[in-house]
């Protein structure tokens, strides 16, 4: 029988931890967990510029008949313009195409698929750490995955010289997935200096880098959070930039990302997207519309935009905040340094916390975080962390930073 022999399976390590907040029914929960954005009230609203655009988008959209396995064009040149700057195509010479995907993590798959086909002896490069769900996704895709170090966890240092180290044995055509802004899990950074070093090892391989961008404008702003992007655009002949609107326009669950590739060419251009439209065709045809119509619609309509960039920052201001405040509440109540925190980017940081402080701070204090020790900053409020960083404390000495 098919169905009968399977083996029970583990739960997600991410999704996981979101159906074990959901089952606690005690008042007192605090969910770190799953990156989604919440304000200071520990929700996660439809943003107002999402909630004008849908209802401009009931009034007007007059068909739901197909469009194509790239999308929407109207979103594809949208997004286009956010990562490379409004006059993208005269800057970089016709060489970038983006294609609308089911997510950020859809355009991972679409790369993975892409390689699989065109390239299969590409190796895949994944930072230590990455996303949990970077490595399924790739082994799913059937390629061989290699890891580079990138963070030591116990001191909360970015090890670029150890990544760089490892990245010398990068062979031609492999891949290197490198965190634009906002590592996840990390939220340690690379500096514009670390990117420049990257890239010339990058070219000198003939290694090509595909840029996760999951959270464009929640680090220092939309255009400072597309450095690396830019930077690799100019200096490389060719990138993967794998994006996603879930965080910034808050449409989680619609669905809503993008595959940008840059050719060496205008010409290379079109027949790579080709193929990339032949590799969508095979896995889901066409993405969903409705998100991306939503994001193409405020992008285009001048206030809608202004009003949403004044969402986006204050999204990341608030996680800012909460930096410093928990970095500061930490350090009060365990007297050790937690600058580390206050310093880094995006929703995530790592504590270093064992496997047994993790799940005490679960049982008994009714926190909730990945079991590597990742938290959501965003999930921190006014309100809650004062008891996150006391609980924290109370379990040391298992807390190393
Ligand atoms: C996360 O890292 O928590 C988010 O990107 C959500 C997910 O799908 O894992």
Redesign the pocket.
Known sequence: MLFSGLDQLPPDV??GIAQAYRADSSPLKIDL????YKDDQGLSPVLPSVKAAEKWLIDHQASKSYLSSAGSPEFNTKIAELLFGSDYEAEYDGRIRSVQTPGG?GALRLVADFLRTNSPTSKIWLPNPS???HQPIFAAGGLTIQRYPYYDLPSGRLLFDEMIGALRAAQPNDVVVLHGCCH??TGEDLEPSHWSIIADLLRHKGATPLIDL?YQGFGDGLNEDAYSIRLFAKQLPELFVASSC?KNFSLYRDRVGALTTIAQSRAASITLQEHIAKAIRANYSMPPDHGASVVAHILGHPELRILWEHELEAMRTRIAAMRVLFARELTKYSNRDYSSIARQKGM?SMLNLTPDAISCLKEEHHIFMISTGRI?VAGLTRENVSRVASSIAAIQPHTAI
């Open positions: 991410i999704l967990g799953i990156g989604i993590s996303w949990a769900t996840n899990p999951a879930s995530f959501n």
